[in-house]
């Protein structure tokens, strides 16, 4: 059964850091492509970062770069996103997500389209 469980989000003022985590079923983790995306009130959702879980370099959106990382505990099948110097456009509901059978096409890896499974989301709120 596929499951994402996601925790780790509140409210933090800008500057602030938080770490938001995603465990996920063995069989979801394994050798897939796993991201972390963001959807604030009248917003599409938008790509943050991603990974390929088997191994390879991290995919971050500009907006982020610099201030988030993501990383993976491949032990406990979980994906994290270490958020620093938040600003307040920060501010969303957090999903995690993970490809599937079918992985992204080559420089899709932030495209929600590209992701078959979904968490249930965490809330972050960042106050200036």
């Known amino acids: 059964q596929v499951q994402l469980v996601e925790s780790g989000g509140g409210s933090v003022q800008a500057g602030g850091s938080l770490r938001l985590s995603c465990a996920a079923s063995r069989y979801t983790y394994s050798r897939n492509y796993m991201g972390w995306f963001r959807q604030a009130p009248g917003k599409e959702r938008e790509g943050v970062a991603a990974?390929?879980?088997?191994?390879?370099?991290?995919y971050y959106a500009d907006s982020v770069k610099g201030r988030f990382t993501i990383s993976q505990d491949n032990a406990k099948n979980t994906v994290y996103l270490q958020m620093n110097s938040l600003k307040p456009e920060d501010t969303a509901m957090y999903y995690c997500a993970a490809s599937g059978l079918r992985p992204p096409a080559f420089g899709t890896y932030l495209f929600p389209s590209e992701y078959s499974y979904w968490g249930q989301g965490t809330q972050v709120t960042v106050s200036s």
């Open positions: 990974l390929y879980t088997g191994g390879s370099t991290p």
